[in-house]
Each structure stands twice: as C-alpha cells, then as structure tokens.
C-alpha cells in the first residue's frame, strides 16, 4: 500500500491494487523443498510543490511508501510497478512488441481557502482518489504514453488526460536516468474546480475576484529529469524535479498567482525479500 502525509493537512490514501501482496510465480529449491519469493520494498520520500496550482508559494509533503515488489529479479513480472508519482502509480499489466498497457492509482491535492490571498472566500476543493489506466509503446529508449487519470472522490469527479514521451537508460553503473516531456488535457469539471469562479465565489472573494469560466483544454506543457541509484543491491535513492507551464485558461485565471510550476522530489526505500 502507498500511504503519505501532506505537511499541515493529513491525508491517508491506500491504493487497493498496489495493496495486494504479489507472488512470484518462480519457485526456489532449497533442500528438494519449493520455496517462492517475495520482495518488499520500505521507504519514504520528501518533496517541495506549489501550496496550489497557480499558487507562487511552495509547501513541503512527505509521505511513507509500502510497495509489494511483482515477483524476484529474475521473474518475468518484476518491475511491473512504476512510481510516477503521488497521483501515478502504475502496473504494467500486459506487454508485447513494445506496447504495454495497465491500471494507474493515485491521490491529487486539493487546495484550502488560506493556501493563498486570492482564495480567500472561494471554498475548498476536496483531496480526491485517482483512478486511471496508461497505455504506452516503446521504440529503443523512448516511451511514448497516454494516461487517463479520473478524481473519484471528493467534490471535483474532474479528469485528466496526459501525454508525452520519455528516456529511460542507465547513465552509469547502478545509475539510471529519466528525462520527460508532456502535456496535460483537463476537462470542464476539473478546469472549474481549480481555475474557475463562479458567481457565489465572486460574491464571497475577499480579492474582489470576477467570475470565470474555466473550459475544457491543453492545461499545462511539462519537463521533468529524475534519477534512480542503486547505492546498494538493496538500498534505492530515488530523486527528480519537474517544472510545469500553465497555458490557455489556466493560465489566464484570476486565482493563478503564476503560470510557472515547479516541484521536486527525492526519496530512499529498502528492499525487504522473503521466502516461504
């Protein structure tokens, strides 16, 4: 399971799929007897990320992470979990001739009225559940992917739609790199919970905000660089940054204190092995 804690608002999620245990199907024989391994990974990540979408001020976010390894080293079902995020958990649950497709799970942020001035009096938009499901084609080291990302829970059932390209190699022994480039489709519903105001909010707005209709569209372009080093055959350090464009009526909302977004992670886990 995948659990965190947002700095100065609780937030626990539990991801049911990632919450299962997972067995490898390949057996170990150990003294003529079957054995079948298990692997854990333990850690935790810190971050930095903007109060809000729009917002010029950043807050910092931790979170804990539990995550049940897709069988050993040697099976064919390790790696099927990707982190790509707080609101991107993914299983590759099929794959062939370089496409791949699978489920994705996560948790979006919301916002309070006191994460900026310009909220004040809007209302609170709700932490919600994301739930999704990616689909990808891999030409060398370039993955080129879609993903659809549904807010399940909460008082936004907005969605998002995200695409882009991705390189993925090893820079260095035990030393992997991942550089991204995107672009982010929000629907009305979405578009209005974060960037909209409409008359009650305008009424309320202690910044005398106007009322704004927020659309459908192209929200935001994105570039981001991460490492994953292996300081040992069993400790990760997991580190990357991400920097965000806000565009069109995002980037033209009366609550958007900038349309520049940056955000930054790094993060160390262990990996657990069983057997049994």
């Known amino acids: 399971m995948i659990c965190w804690l947002r700095t100065g608002r609780a937030v626990f999620a539990l991801l049911p799929f990632a919450a299962l245990v997972f067995e490898s199907p390949a057996a170990n024989a150990q003294d003529g007897v079957a054995t079948t391994t298990y692997s854990i990974g333990v850690g935790g990540s810190v971050g930095i990320r903007p109060k809000y979408e729009g917002s010029k001020e950043y807050e910092a976010y931790g979170f804990p992470l539990i995550l049940p390894k897709l069988g050993g080293d040697a099976s064919a079902f390790a790696g099927r979990v990707k982190f790509r995020g707080i609101d991107d958990v993914r299983i590759r649950a099929f794959d062939a001739g370089g496409f791949e497709i699978g489920p994705l799970a996560g948790y979006v942020f919301g916002r309070d009225e006191d994460d900026g001035d310009k909220l004040l009096g809007l209302g609170k938009v709700d932490d919600g ?137 790094v993060g160390l886990s262990y990996r657990f092995d069983f057997q049994r």
Request: no cysteine; glycine share 12%; net charge negative.
């Open 129 to 265: 559940l994301v739930l999704g499901a990616y689909a990808g084609y891999r030409l060398g080291i370039v993955m080129f992917d879609v993903s659809y990302h549904q807010i399940v829970t909460g008082n936004d059932d907005g969605y998002q739609i995200r695409a882009g390209a991705e390189v993925e190699s090893y820079i260095a022994p035990g030393v992997k790199g991942v550089a991204r480039v995107g672009t982010t489709f929000a629907d009305d519903n979405y578009m209005d919970s974060y960037f909209g105001v409409n008359a009650v909010q305008a009424s309320n707005s202690i910044a005398g905000l106007p009322v704004y209709d927020a659309g459908s569209g192209i929200k935001d372009v994105h570039f981001g660089l991460a490492t994953v080093i292996d300081l040992t055959d069993r400790w990760k350090l997991r580190a990357g940054g991400k920097y965000a464009r806000l565009l069109k009526d995002a980037a033209d909302s009366p609550v958007i204190e900038t349309k520049d977004q940056f955000s930054a992670i």
